[in-house]
């Protein structure tokens, strides 16, 4: 298993932890992930959530071999009931303060989870993107709703249908995150973060976590739901095939006899 958790000083700590692969994430990660964060979700010890990767990486996103052995929806499932989609709804539904630490890549649902984090910080060296229509896919995760809401409608198109990468300076001053830190000083100050919820009343932080997403929740889930469909949709379509084909292959898609 590539997914490490410990739970410290009232700090539920779930750590990606597979630096061979870039931090890839694979099916059973994300169930790892989701378990993880249930059990936070209900531990009266835990008061935080910290999610972190390795030095110089966060996530490359998913391990497309292994995504393709298992795609969300194998079997006529359906999204909803694949690791990735309990992923999503345990993320979305964590009561606790979720903080993140970001360095070097955060690719696809490396970028995309950190909307529904409370707390992001950065590292210097981050580097995020969300290249769903290179891979002939579409944005998840709630993506196509959040981007837009948080960059503008021309800044989110560049990142969502262009699939331009963007900085830690530009992560902040868009809002999705909340400060910029030497990549060693990350995961240590967003710690410090997560552990200053040790010093106040839990009822009243979970209450005001969710009086905070109840007016746009249900909006959300809604989006994320359609997202999750098309997306299940889109892996079969041929456009994301010669995507991923060419990918597996080490050269440029050709699109243009779509």
Known sequence: MSIRTATIDGVATIEIARPEKKNALTIAMYQAMADALWAASVDAAVRAVLITGQPGIFTSGNDLEDFMKQPPGAGGDGFEKSAVAKFMVALLDCPKPVVAAVTGAAIGIGTTMLMHCDFVYVADDARLAMPFVSLGLVPEFGSSLLIPQLMGQRRGAEKLMLGEPFGAEEAVECGLANAVLPASEV????????????????????????????????????????????????????????????????????????
């Open 187 to 258: 995961v240590n100050h967003a710690r410090r973060v997560a552990a200053r919820f040790n010093a106040l009343p839990p009822s009243a932080v979970l209450e005001s976590k969710r009086l905070m997403l109840a007016p746009h929740r249900e909006q959300l889930r809604a989006v994320i739901r359609t997202e999750g469909e098309l997306f299940v949709k889109r892996l079969g379509s041929p456009e994301a095939k010669e995507a991923f084909q060419a990918f597996f292959e080490k050269r440029k898609p050709d699109f243009s006899k779509f």
